[in-house]
């Protein structure tokens, strides 16, 4: 079987940035599983994957307009230190949590200010060229439900 819409592909990943710096692994867990062509992972790894089968491996290099996007400087404004909750430490590279209108979203601390702190609303992988090191480890037809929720369930997958 090779990977192509509809079809679920389980991988092990290992991903790292352009320094290097090992971000995230499969390695040591069960294998990512995701339904091809419904958009589960980023447009440049579905793409690079198309097509290829069981046991194939490489490293795939996704550019940000393929990957988390580009950083949107309209996306890093400053807030008050009286917008936080008072309990909570406020430093360079906190993430803290804001409802938005969309649902709860990530903001990473950038510095603290003199009145409070920059605040970054990007993805956190957002302006990034990412590295994937990639070994798919099984292929399978989507269920028929699967395809209805346009991801995959079960082992690797959403539990629900
Ligand atoms: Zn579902």
Known sequence: MKAARGMVVSMHYTLTDDSGEVLDTSRG???LSY???HSNI???LEKALEGTGVGHKSKVTVAPAEGYGEK???MIFEAPREHFPPDIKIEAGARVFAEGEHGRITLTV???TENGALLDA???LAGKTLSFDVEITDIRTATDEELTHGHVH???GHQH
């Open 29 to 31: 867990r069960e294998p």
């Open 35 to 37: 339904l091809h062509g």
């Open 122 to 124: 990007n993805h956190p």
């Open 42 to 44: 980023i447009p440049g």
């Open 72 to 74: 949107n400087p309209e």
């Open 154 to 156: 079960g082992e690797g």
């Open 110 to 112: 950038v510095r603290l």
